[in-house]
């Protein structure tokens, strides 16, 4: 990033940009499966996995799993309605 606020007419920056998008597509999915991690846990750790899925949607909106994030997070979310109402 500091590469390109600083040579932003670089020969190098296209390639820079590329490569700047290909690690961030590489620490989305690590961090998502992190949050899926969570759920795979025995007993699976829903509060983490909650955390973990709204903390992906924050820091990678633009993902190509943002979606399944968000319908993760709300799962989650019913399911903690449905917790808090049957005790």
Do not use: G
């Not at 190098?12 to 690690?23: F, T």
């Not at 999915?29 to 992190?34: P, S």
């Amino acid at each position: 990033a500091r590469f390109l606020r600083t040579y932003p007419d670089s020969a190098n920056a296209q390639a820079a940009r590329v490569n700047m998008e290909d690690v961030e597509q590489r620490l989305a999915m690590l961090v998502f499966r992190q949050a899926e991690f969570y759920d795979s846990m025995h007993p699976p750790r829903t509060q983490s996995s909650l955390i973990a899925h709204r903390d992906f949607v924050r820091r990678f909106p633009s993902s190509e799993l943002v979606e399944n994030a968000r319908i993760r997070v709300a799962e989650l979310e019913k399911q903690n309605e449905n917790d808090s109402t049957q005790k």
